[in-house]
């Protein structure tokens, strides 16, 4: 397997413009966890999902920001409108079944300017 | 929700001595307790895990352990080597929780 894939790896972009981060996780593994990290915060859970169903939001930090997982091998994690404060890097991790190992994904590096 | 607290923050040792990093939960449920070392630029990647069916565990320099009672866990290196510099991470279970890491240096 390859391991947890994200694109893009690195974003640029203008405040006030839509972000789309994706994720695919490994194949089989039945949860799905969204991260952020920033020197400040540390390593944020932002949501995460069991069985592509949404079972934590409580981190996402307003409404800008949405989360999706359309099926077991795909999800998105988007900011609408972006802000220079949300740079940072997101993680996707994910695992089989819960309180188990989780696997990361690289990040994407998110600079908004 | 699930308090996960870390310390220190910041450690730097000599190459050779030990290291301990320290983590309390709140939540008496957990019984899922793993680390993670991020190196510079990198992604986080588990290097050891314990369950609280036990006390202790060990993977050569390496060791965590835990105490139930009190909510508390800690990671052990021993031997240390340059490395070993890397933020490390605990994490407890219930709702997936980080701690704020450790950044740990070890000087040659």
């Known amino acids: 397997d390859a391991g947890v894939i994200q694109s893009p790896r690195h974003e640029v972009t203008e405040m006030g413009q839509e972000v789309t981060l994706r994720c695919k996780p490994i194949s089989g593994h039945d949860y799905l966890f969204w991260y952020r990290q920033t020197m400040m915060r540390g390593l944020e859970l932002l949501i995460y999902f069991n069985n592509n169903v949404p079972i934590d939001d409580s981190g996402m930090p307003e409404d800008r920001f949405s989360a999706k997982m359309p099926n077991a091998s795909f999800s998105t994690l988007k900011i609408q409108p972006s802000e220079p404060r949300d740079s940072a890097v997101y993680f996707c991790?994910?695992?089989?079944?819960?309180?188990?190992?989780?696997?990361f994904g690289p990040g994407t590096r998110l600079l908004v300017l | 929700g699930e308090n996960v607290e870390q310390h220190p923050s910041t450690l730097s040792v000599q190459e050779g001595d030990s290291a301990v990093i320290k983590c309390t939960y709140s939540d008496s449920a957990s019984n899922y307790f793993p680390w993670y070392k991020q190196e510079l630029g990198k992604r986080p990647q588990l290097i050891i895990d314990i369950r609280s069916n036990v006390g202790e565990k060990k993977d050569q320099r390496i060791a965590v352990t835990l105490n139930k009672t009190a909510k508390h866990f800690s990671l052990h290196i021993t031997e240390t080597q340059p490395e070993d510099s890397a933020v490390y991470f605990c994490?407890?279970?219930?709702?997936?929780?980080f701690g704020a890491g450790t950044r740990l240096t070890v000087k040659p």
């Open positions: 994490a407890a279970s219930i709702e997936e929780r």
């Open positions: 991790a994910s695992s089989f079944g819960h309180q188990e190992t989780q696997y």
